[in-house]
């Protein structure tokens, strides 16, 4: 065999996750996000103990950390704030960078979590970067997704945006302990009455508002039993299989606009006129519908030439 004849990278990763799917689909996938500080990775170490040391199952984090817009770095600390479930045997963890990735997860979050789901993890959380207009693309590969918010609403609930509200399956109010645990309650009643304003999710359910402290572990379990009964919910009205379709459909129609997107990039014509462009486009002598018009016409030129 010579060097031609070797798969790619890509290719490879490919041929892998294809044998794989026949053991992938059986876990548990959840979605954990949050306002800066909330407390993600707390909440996760001890919910994860729960996991794996009452419950007896195993679990896999996907935790995402954000990247450094000028040198594109991350710190990846979250094993250092999952330190008692890093210990675990039956706990992988995985920090990856964002890097640029919108949605609040890495660009190959979805993949990861059928390797996962291959290995053996039946439970699979994913954390996200943080909440705000973008951490919606979560939604799309999870099954449950959990929004952590500080005690306290008031200008937080004038903050958060409504797409993430309309989208989550429970709110937790963390850090409700000690002289938190008043204010907790009061956001608790205002979250309820907000999410009175939004039709019930998908087959009717209506997302409850708990209180939670990751620090002394009061309602971790009582969230863990609301995702249990969230999914047999799922599974007694069919909506697992459907949404997971859907979200298969989803994650095929993101593939092929970031493969064109790379395309468009690596295309010789486009390469050549891209800095003129975007050059004139900055200093108003050229408007962006222009500009893209112009780059696009390129593009497709190239396309044309090499069919023929």
């Known amino acids: 065999m010579v060097e031609s004849d070797l798969p790619s990278d890509g290719e490879l990763a490919l041929e892998i996750l294809d044998s794989l799917l026949p053991h992938t689909g059986k876990s548990r996938r959840i979605g954990i996000t949050g306002v800066p500080g909330v407390g993600k990775s707390t909440f996760i170490d001890k919910i994860g103990l729960h996991i794996i040391r009452d419950r007896g199952e195993k679990l896999a984090v996907l935790s995402v950390d954000p990247s450094s817009p000028i040198t594109g770095g991350s710190i990846l600390g979250d ?8 210990a675990e045997p039956h706990a992988f963890i995985r920090p990856s960078p964002s890097r640029g990735s919108w949605g609040g997860v890495a ?3 979805r993949e990861t979590i059928l390797v996962c789901e291959a290995a053996g993890f039946n439970n699979i959380l994913v954390e996200t970067v943080g909440v705000g207009q973008s951490e919606i693309a979560v939604r799309t590969m999870t099954d449950f997704l959990l929004l952590l918010l500080l005690p306290g609403a008031g200008d937080q609930l004038q903050g958060i945006k409504r797409g993430i509200l309309e989208l989550v399956d429970a709110i937790a109010i963390n850090k409700a302990d000690g002289e938190q645990l008043t204010r907790a309650q009061l956001a608790k009643e205002d ?9 019930p999710g998908a087959g009717g359910w209506n997302p409850p508002v708990m209180l939670s402290s990751a620090d002394t572990g009061a309602g971790v379990k009582e969230i863990w039993e609301c995702i249990l009964r969230h999914e047999q919910f799922q599974s007694e009205n069919g909506l697992r ?12 129609r993101q593939m092929i606009s970031a493969e064109l997107e790379t395309a468009f990039r690596r295309d010789p014509a486009v390469a050549g006129k891209l800095r003129q462009v975007e050059a004139q486009v900055r200093e108003g002598r050229m408007t962006s519908f222009a500009g893209a018009k112009v780059l696009l016409g390129e593009f497709w030129r190239g396309v044309a030439e090499k069919e023929r």
């Open 79 to 86: 094993k250092t704030r999952m330190e008692r479930l890093a």
């Open 191 to 199: 979250y309820q009455s907000a999410l009175h304003l939004f039709a």
């Open 241 to 252: 299989a459907e949404i997971r379709k859907e979200q298969s459909l989803s994650a095929m």
């Open 107 to 109: 660009g190959r979050t």
